[in-house]
């Protein structure tokens, strides 16, 4: 991100100084229900929206919903205290703030919606809000590609969620979450229950970027530093580990659930502590970091036991408090700096003391250390590991994993920038100084409280914890109590042998840092992966329309008229044609003479070259037909018929004279296949006439007309009545047509008449 | 007859006259902007008079049904006349923006209303041969508006146009001459019986595939839609716009009218083909709106992309599917014409629709980008915007009917149409100017509010309908439940005692 800070006045704009002041208001609100959901309380809000589809736009305050939402509200106030100073300047600083409140928002709708289509609509306002955000460096290439492809992931799972919650919708007939509580034991008889259960994690799982849908959120780490701290570590990403915390009492509880959930969280958890380790970028280390997070999140809600959910509730917090902190001081170091690489900063602690402090106590909450509330969440998730049904070595080996490895990743965001060497210090042409008071609040706050919530978690319990569990499980007495001191056991060993394990890891990293690059080169790449696949559709598309659409009129005429041809030809195969009976009985010579002169026209008109033989052999055909008519009983339409052809004949010749010749003919395969079509269209016709012919003519409408027409229309001549007064509406339509065909050509000639002077 | 009914038609025909008459005073191009506003009010009442009525009945110059012309309104016919209103008001103003005064002297603007009143011809008329001139009076009013100050290209694309409708106009003609011939009515209301009543019900099959592919074609269904992406692009905005919202509807209007009224004999034979029809014209369209590099044509397979989703409704058949299909298509209609309104002010701006000639957009003129993402979000079917609640609706008819292959298909586009939209958001507006070519915004001063503010209100229209959606929910579903059971249809028609 550019510095703007050669407009430090500007901080004082409603662009900086509204959205955290929205964020405190919403804040302040929340809190005020702590009360009530500490005593159990569930409160329920609805108003009608769609009653057609039995959608109400109904929220709920229980644990689950208010700690979300006390979360996104006060990182809020943080991220965009921050972003109020960090963007100060920018030309596009409005649209920042407006595209953040909005986020916001739509976060907080999310997690408070109590009807699974509400919660979609805010799902997916999230997702928009996020690509706008991510793609807020509009100029760069990057950028644009980060934000299309969270939007393509995160969009292509919630379209996947969506008919799963529809699937839902149909089996238990409401999409009230409150009401499905009860109706757990419904979607996991059902037949349905695994499609719903797959769709509903492929929504999840994107959104929360659980391995194979990683790759996203790295990427998004091109939006701007807050963006980053709010949406992509504290709140947004979260929203998938919401939803399966949300959906637990409906479909958790089955063994495809446990393993499912065991499986995904336990591979994205060690599999990205062990990427942040290597990354040089500290925004992309935090990236890794987040998923370590939200894959022990999930790891940790595939189990319905008590110390398990406590821990994902402990870690929730603890995760978010210490992850947007360490970003938000990652922007004052870049701010200051203009760098992020962990190979080149160090020493800072000197010159900016402050940010020094808040990034060391975000860190030691991280690492899991005493007093921390890491600490507290750590030996929670070992417990929760301990005991988990799936497999205690599993689960309790990627915690022990991840654990170390953050430890050490703890030290290199916050030891060596600011403690380290400072001997590859970029140089720059101002002093580094201490980030602005906007944006070192928020960071300081939230490590402090790290701190304060490891010494006295009780109050962390009673709000929080206790009743998320309460909300996931149904029963708030399987929580579990938050304690600094648990005593002497399994969970404490492992706690310091994390440490022991975490400070070699520190000590080897560069080496460490090398094999895992290695062994990156060798496996498979999703990012390029995705790349491939995009490129591979954008080919298939453009080889499927050159085909289709190659912009040659004839082969448009060619597929027009063989679809005609095999609709109609399979209905006759299918469905029967009765023709009766036809006899040559009535056939006399007259016939066998016009209708001889009819198909000689049309020969001619199809095997000559050229156009001027071409309209003759139509007049002829025309010409025959018109004899029909005189056969058959209609001199009137003869008579028109034939002033038609005529004006055609003279028109056409007249044009082809300034016509260039006829193109070369179409290759021999090409005139097979048109003269297939034709023959085949053409005897379908005539099969079809005949068989219309041997049904007995219906005469009501004749017979009024003969009957009404003098009497009635006061008319002798039947067609013109027909015209003019029964069927008069259609004449007004057609009189339309030859008006605006005049009016067209009139313009057409003028304007190439007005072109040609030019 | 029905006032209410004869009003939306005439005033746009009267409207024509007089723009036609005061063209180049100065003056005609407001003419036609107040015929269209009172062709809404027209329209409004129809709506009102339909949604307390039913069915309102008119025969033209009081001969009695079969033998005179019905003219006939239900929720679908009222709702698309409605429809036609709206966006034509919306077109015209924008048109008074774009239009030159060289085009107005030729014509355009009588045209253009011409249009809207054959459009609305055939949304209202009872009668199936009438269905045809108004085919025929859209037809050629079409053509007018594709060379009206043609350049090459767009000689070119109206020549395919014209030439492909055509034999969609000769076969609905063969059609209807021989099932004319089978029953010896036009009527539809009448022909729903007379086929009813018929012994020879695998020739009414037969007869109905003239039927389907001539509507089909008009609808521009795969593989009959070659016309469209050949021609849309090529004409002025505001045409495109209207073509783009209306044209190809008028076909899937025919298409729901008959397959529900006349030719519901035989669903076990079209309803596979139906289905096929829909899933290839679903996915050929988006892949086609993948491949472009001008941001009209984009748009134009996007169309073709959305009539499979309509057909896909017409395909299931269920209440909950036509109703989807229907508050599909009022989506859709909306949503199009704002798109290709955009595309219009983002093509001045740039100079081009090429997208390799367009750019920063976003940073020069954010207004019209904010413009162009109400309509892009909307159609790609972000909610709460009116293509979510349409998506809902039809995925959840095809989840209903089991129809495990089409839920997939459609998201699948979904999310195709959604990086389809996204590539033009990021290369016109998102990305910065080529070399030399910064959008214009002086260019666009002149003629901002007329530009400007019919985008703005469909944009608006979208986003409301997309917040209360359970007005026209509700409307669909009555509308839907009229098609399946025509009685009252028919009822109204023939007396209750043909």
């Known amino acids: ?758 | 007859m029905s006032w209410y009914l004869a009003m939306p038609l005439m005033t746009p025909v009267l409207t024509a006259v007089a723009a036609y008459l005061l063209r180049g005073s100065g003056i005609g191009r407001w003419v036609a902007v107040a015929g269209s506003a009172l062709g809404l009010v027209f329209a409004l009442m129809l709506m009102n008079q339909v949604i307390a009525a039913g069915v309102v009945t008119g025969q033209m110059s009081d001969w009695p049904a079969p033998f005179g012309i019905t003219l006939i309104a239900d929720l679908f016919s009222g709702i698309m006349v409605l429809l036609t209103a709206g966006v034509g008001l919306a077109v015209a103003v924008y048109a008074c923006g774009e239009i030159d005064d060289d085009l107005e002297e030729m014509g355009f603007f009588a045209i253009f209303q011409l249009l809207l009143a054959g459009v609305t011809g055939a949304f209202l008329t009872g009668d199936l041969f009438n269905l045809y001139v108004w085919f025929e009076v859209l037809l050629i009013s079409s053509f007018g508006l594709l060379i009206l100050g043609g350049t090459r290209q767009q000689i070119d694309g109206a020549v395919k146009y014209v030439v492909l409708n055509l034999v969609s106009t000769i076969i609905f003609l063969c059609g209807l001459g021989l099932l004319y011939g089978a029953t010896g009515t036009l009527n539809m209301a009448d022909l729903r019986l007379a086929v009813d009543n018929s012994d020879q019900q695998g020739l009414v099959t037969v007869l109905s595939m003239f039927f389907l592919v001539a509507f089909a074609m008009k609808a521009a269904v795969f593989p009959l839609f070659f016309w469209l992406p050949a021609s849309y692009h090529t004409p002025t905005s505001a045409v495109s716009a209207i073509f783009a919202g209306l044209l190809s509807k008028v076909g899937v209007y025919a298409l729901f009218r008959t397959f529900t009224l006349i030719f519901d004999n035989d669903p076990a034979y079209t309803q596979p083909i139906l289905y096929v029809a829909a899933a290839l014209t679903m996915v050929t369209g988006i892949l086609g709106a993948l491949a472009q590099t001008d941001m009209r044509r984009v748009m134009s397979y996007q169309i073709v992309s959305s009539i499979g989703f309509l057909i896909l409704g017409l395909a299931i058949g269920t209440p909950l599917a036509l109703a989807g299909a229907i508050f599909y298509l009022v989506h859709n209609i909306i949503v199009k014409v704002n798109l290709f309104l955009v595309a219009g002010v983002a093509t001045r701006l740039c100079g081009s629709s090429e997208m390799s000639r367009m750019g920063g957009v976003y940073k020069t003129a954010p207004l019209v980008a904010l413009l162009f993402l109400v309509p892009a979000f909307t159609l790609a079917g972000f909610p709460p915007l009116t293509g979510f609640w349409a998506k809902v609706l039809l995925v959840q008819a095809a989840l209903e009917a089991g129809n495990w292959g089409m839920v997939a298909l459609v998201l699948i586009v979904s999310l195709l149409t959604i990086w389809s939209l996204m590539i033009v958001w990021a290369r016109v507006f998102w990305a910065a100017h080529p070399e030399g070519l910064e959008p214009r915004t002086a260019d666009l001063a002149p003629v901002r509010l007329h530009l400007l503010l019919p985008i703005a209100a469909l944009g608006l229209a979208s986003i409301l309908i997309g917040l209360f959606p359970n007005g026209l929910i509700v409307l669909v579903q009555a509308a839907a439940a009229q098609l399946l059971d025509p009685q009252a249809y028919v009822d109204a028609v023939l007396g209750g005692a043909p």
């Not at chain 1, 009360?35 to 057609?52: D, K, M, N, S």
């Not at chain 1, 947004?236 to 063994?255: D, I, Q, S, W």
């Not at chain 1, 929580?479 to 002497?488: I, P, Q, R, S």
């Open chain 1, 1 to 758: 991100m550019a510095d703007h800070s050669e407009h430090p006045a500007s901080f004082w704009t409603a662009a900086s100084l509204l959205p955290p002041l929205i964020a405190a208001a919403l804040f302040a609100v929340f809190t005020t229900f702590l009360p009530a959901v500490a005593a159990g309380e569930t409160l329920r809000y609805a108003w009608g929206w769609i009653p057609a589809l039995g959608v109400d736009f109904s929220f709920v305050i229980d644990g689950l919903s208010l700690t979300f939402s006390l979360l996104i509200s006060g990182i809020g106030i943080a991220v965009m205290l921050f972003s109020g100073r960090y963007l100060a300047g920018h030309p596009q600083h409005g649209r920042f703030s407006l595209y953040l409140v909005s986020f916001m928002l739509a976060m907080l709708g999310l997690v408070l919606a109590d009807n699974l289509l509400v919660l979609f609509v805010f799902w997916e306002l999230t997702t928009i809000t996020s690509f706008l955000l991510i793609g807020f460096s509009h100029g760069s290439e990057v950028s644009r590609r980060a934000a299309l492809q969270a939007l393509l992931v995160t969009g292509a799972g919630g379209l996947a969620m969506l008919a799963g919650f529809l699937l839902i919708g149909a089996e238990t007939g409401t999409f009230e979450l409150s009401a499905l509580r009860e109706m757990g034991d419904v979607l996991r008889d059902s037949p349905l229950y695994i499609p719903i259960l797959i769709l509903v994690l492929c929504g999840a799982f994107t959104k929360s970027a659980q391995f194979p849908f990683h790759f996203w959120l790295p990427n998004a780490m091109a939006a701007p530093t807050p963006v980053s701290a709010f949406l992509h570590s504290a709140t947004m990403v979260k929203g998938g580990v919401y939803l399966l915390a949300r959906m637990h009492p409906n479909l958790a509880g089955t063994n495809t659930w446990l393993w499912t959930l065991v499986i995904f969280g336990a591979f994205t958890t060690v599999f990205a502590s062990i990427v942040a380790l290597r990354q040089n970028d500290l925004k992309q280390t935090l990236a890794y970091t987040t998923l370590m997070a939200l894959g022990a999140l999930v790891l940790f809600l595939a189990a319905p036991g008590g110390y398990a959910v406590t821990a994902a509730a402990t870690f929730l917090v603890v995760h978010s408090l210490y992850k947007a902190a360490l970003f938000l001081t990652i922007g004052c170091v870049d701010h200051a700096t203009g760098t992020r690489d962990a190979r080149r900063l160090g020493g800072l602690a000197r010159r900016m003391p402050l940010t020094a402090l808040a990034g060391g106590l975000a860190a030691l909450s991280m690492a899991g250390m005493v007093p921390f509330i890491g600490f507290i969440g750590k030996e929670l998730l070992y417990k929760g590991g301990l005991e988990s049904p799936a497999s205690p070595i599993i689960v309790t080996g990627a915690i022990f994993a991840a654990s170390a490895l953050m430890f050490a990743v703890a030290g290199v965001v916050a030891l060596r920038p600011f403690w380290g060497s400072d001997g590859k210090m970029p140089l720059l042409d101002r002093p580094i100084r201490e980030a602005p008071l906007p944006m070192l609040a928020g960071p300081l706050v939230l490590g402090v409280l790290g701190l304060y919530f490891g010494l006295s978690p009780h109050g962390l319990q009673v709000h929080v914890t206790d009743p998320i569990v309460g909300a996931i499980l149904g029963d708030p007495d399987m929580a579990k109590e938050l304690y600094l001191w648990a005593g002497f056991n399994l969970a404490l060993i492992l706690s310091i042998l994390t440490f022991a394990t975490g400070v070699a890891i520190y000590v080897f990293q560069d080496r460490i840092r090398e094999r895992i690059v290695a062994a990156e080169s060798r496996l498979m790449n999703f990012d390029a992966l995705w790349d491939r696949l995009l490129a591979a559709i954008g080919t298939g598309a453009r080889v499927v329309t050159d085909l289709l659409q190659p912009g040659i009129a004839s082969r448009y005429l060619m597929a027009v008229f063989t679809t005609i041809t095999l609709l109609i030809g399979s209905a006759i195969l299918i469905r029967g044609l009765d023709i009766g009976t036809v006899g040559l009985s009535g056939v006399d010579g007259v016939h066998v003479v016009v209708f001889g002169l009819t198909i000689a026209g049309t020969l001619l008109a199809v095997v000559t070259n050229s156009r001027i033989a071409a309209i003759t052999g139509l007049g002829v055909t025309g010409t025959g037909v018109a004899l029909v008519f005189i056969m058959f009983g209609a001199p009137d339409v003869a008579i028109t018929q034939i002033l038609v052809e005529m004006l055609i004949v003279v028109l056409f010749s007249v044009a082809a004279l300034k016509l260039p010749t006829l193109p070369q003919r179409l290759p021999f395969f090409h005139r097979r296949a048109h003269a297939a079509v034709s023959i085949a269209l053409g005897a379908i016709v005539a099969g079809v006439v005949i068989a219309v012919t041997s049904v007995p003519l219906d005469l009501r409408l004749t017979e009024f007309f003969e009957a009404n027409s003098y009497p009635e229309a006061h008319g002798r001549n039947i067609v013109n009545v027909i015209l003019v007064d029964f069927r008069a509406f259609d004449t007004f339509g057609e009189i339309s047509v030859v008006a605006i065909a005049a009016i067209s050509a009139y313009a057409l000639l003028r304007q190439r008449k007005t072109k040609g002077s030019q």
